[in-house]
């Protein structure tokens, strides 16, 4: 079998990868799943924050590991945290026990985050495909949005079928056991490791190396500090639609057998199958965009557009056509900035070092979430949602504002 042959192959494996990663059904109606069991929007907030301390305490850990002892196995490991934080889910009904599975999905996340990228990365220099790196990292993240829209699709029809959402964490588990699987097949050079025991002396070392690395290099604070920030607002956002459809009373019924509180999570459901849809043909051929721009000015731009969004969101809090459609336009935007800042990360960062420093820009992200979930759903909760879109809009204008002036003089810190 020629190499092109091998490659090719091996590519769509990483796209499967993502593919199975985000048929996670209960995605759709989460929130919808807490808010039913009596949880405020500020004790959503914790339980993000929750999730995002745990990612912030093991993220730079796990990319160490990643790099030293195997990503192959670390990825293994995160899909057994995974598994066991959707059956506690599945079996909770009180903030408490919902606080052990989002710890358990923290640490999934955490041993997972940045590795799967950085595999990619490597495997793209041992096969001297350096110059493609965003064509082929948009590619394998379409699959993760087809993933995604399939399982939006299938979630509509597993809402009417099945007796309690509670079973939609059960059927999310089989898809995770087939990305094991997967994952066993990759290449053996992509598991390789420095040292075939595990020594906390070399390992804490090797963290304060990485920590060190990134403080002194000015530009790669700056690059991280731009990712992380613009995706840890959309990360406290992006699922806000479910909330919305709970507050807004629903003035079309298109199943007259079916309640409000099922059209509810149908329509959650199929809106997040047509976000989807659009984000996987956006995000493949994001890398196009470069041809008029560079990743300077368009990751910029993305503030400024994300916030005009965000407040027109805002104003027309209450009809649901214009905040589904902003809600597109969100995804949009993230799914444009995120294949480009990946490049920009993987082109500047240290090749040996690469799934620790991506594991760094997802424990600044982790950070932010941590102090500014809970405060936003306090503004959700006692000032409105409304109030809430158009002052994150307002500060992503201004930050985009402020990249500007930078960007006349010194070098942009915010992009």
Same mark, same amino acid.
């Given at each position: 079998?020629?190499?092109?042959?091998?490659?090719?192959?091996?590519?769509?494996?990483?796209?499967?990868?993502?593919?199975?990663?985000?048929?996670?059904?209960?995605?759709?109606?989460?929130?919808?799943?807490?808010?039913?069991?009596?949880?405020?929007?500020?004790?959503?907030?914790?339980?993000?924050?929750?999730?995002?301390?745990?990612?912030?305490?093991?993220?730079?850990?796990?990319?160490?590991?990643?790099?030293?002892?195997?990503?192959?196995?670390?990825?293994?490991?995160?899909?057994?945290?995974?598994?066991?934080?959707?059956?506690?889910?599945?079996?909770?009904?009180?903030?408490?026990?919902?606080?052990?599975?989002?710890?358990?999905?923290?640490?999934?996340?955490? =041993? %997972? #985050?940045?590795?799967?990228? /950085? @595999?990619?990365?490597?495997?793209? !220099?041992?096969?001297? $495909?350096?110059?493609?790196?965003?064509?082929?990292?948009?590619?394998?993240?379409?699959?993760?949005?087809?993933?995604?829209?399939?399982?939006?699709?299938?979630?509509?029809?597993?809402?009417?079928?099945?007796?309690?959402?509670?079973?939609?964490?059960?059927?999310?588990?089989?898809?995770?056991?087939?990305?094991?699987?997967?994952?066993?097949?990759?290449?053996?050079?992509?598991?390789?490791?420095?040292?075939?025991?595990?020594?906390?002396?070399?390992?804490?070392?090797?963290?304060?190396?990485?920590?060190?690395?990134?403080?002194?290099?000015?530009?790669?604070?700056?690059?991280? =500090? %731009? #990712?992380?920030?613009?995706? /840890? @607002?959309?990360?406290?956002?992006? !699922?806000?639609?479910? $909330?919305?459809?709970?507050?807004?009373?629903?003035?079309?019924?298109?199943?007259?057998?079916?309640?409000?509180?099922?059209?509810?999570?149908?329509?959650?459901?199929?809106?997040?199958?047509?976000?989807?849809?659009?984000?996987?043909?956006?995000?493949?051929?994001?890398?196009?965009?470069?041809?008029?721009?560079?990743?300077?000015?368009?990751?910029?731009?993305?503030?400024?557009?994300?916030?005009?969004?965000?407040?027109?969101?805002?104003?027309?809090?209450?009809?649901?056509?214009?905040?589904?459609?902003?809600?597109?336009?969100?995804?949009?935007?993230?799914?444009?900035?995120?294949?480009?800042?990946?490049?920009?990360?993987?082109?500047?960062?240290?090749?040996?070092?690469?799934?620790?420093?991506?594991?760094?820009?997802?424990?600044?992200?982790?950070?932010?979430?941590?102090?500014?979930?809970?405060?936003?759903?306090?503004?959700?909760?006692?000032?409105?949602?409304?109030?809430?879109?158009?002052?994150?809009?307002?500060?992503?204008?201004?930050?985009?504002?402020?990249?500007?002036?930078?960007?006349?003089?010194?070098?942009?810190?915010?992009?």
């Amino acid at each position: 079998m020629d190499d092109t042959h091998l490659i090719k192959r091996q590519i769509t494996k990483f796209g499967f990868y993502g593919f199975f990663k985000n048929l996670r059904f209960f995605d759709p109606v989460l929130l919808i799943y807490l808010y039913s069991f009596g949880l405020s929007v500020f004790y959503i907030g914790l339980l993000y924050s929750v999730r995002e301390t745990i990612i912030y305490i093991f993220e730079i850990p796990s990319g160490v590991f990643a790099d030293r002892y195997g990503k192959k196995t670390e990825l293994i490991l995160c899909f057994v945290f995974y598994i066991a934080s959707f059956i506690i889910f599945a079996i909770g009904t009180v903030f408490w026990v919902f606080v052990i599975a989002m710890i358990l999905f923290g640490l999934g996340e955490a =041993f %997972r #985050s940045g590795t799967h990228k /950085a @595999m990619i990365m490597q495997y793209m !220099d041992e096969k001297n $495909l350096k110059d493609e790196k965003s064509k082929i990292y948009g590619k394998t993240r379409s699959y993760s949005m087809i993933g995604s829209m399939i399982s939006s699709l299938f979630t509509i029809y597993l809402v009417i079928a099945l007796p309690e959402l509670k079973f939609l964490f059960f059927l999310a588990i089989i898809p995770y056991l087939f990305d094991i699987i997967l994952i066993m097949t990759y290449p053996p050079f992509l598991n390789e490791k420095k040292e075939s025991s595990f020594k906390w002396k070399s390992f804490i070392k090797e963290n304060k190396k990485t920590l060190t690395y990134v403080w002194q290099d000015k530009k790669m604070r700056s690059i991280l =500090f %731009r #990712s992380s920030s613009y995706q /840890a @607002m959309f990360k406290i956002l992006k !699922d806000f639609i479910q $909330l919305i459809l709970v507050s807004i009373p629903l003035s079309v019924l298109l199943f007259n057998r079916f309640s409000a509180d099922e059209h509810i999570e149908i329509y959650s459901a199929m809106m997040y199958a047509v976000i989807f849809f659009i984000s996987a043909i956006v995000t493949r051929n994001a890398y196009r965009l470069l041809k008029l721009s560079n990743h300077e000015k368009i990751t910029a731009l993305m503030w400024a557009l994300s916030g005009i969004t965000m407040i027109t969101i805002g104003v027309f809090i209450n009809q649901l056509i214009v905040t589904f459609i902003g809600f597109v336009f969100m995804y949009v935007f993230l799914n444009i900035r995120k294949p480009l800042m990946v490049e920009v990360i993987g082109d500047y960062a240290d090749p040996n070092r690469r799934a620790s420093v991506l594991s760094i820009d997802s424990q600044l992200t982790s950070i932010i979430i941590i102090v500014f979930a809970p405060l936003l759903g306090l503004l959700a909760d006692y000032a409105s949602y409304r109030f809430m879109f158009i002052l994150v809009g307002g500060l992503m204008v201004v930050i985009y504002l402020l990249s500007l002036k930078n960007r006349n003089g010194i070098k942009s810190k915010l992009a």
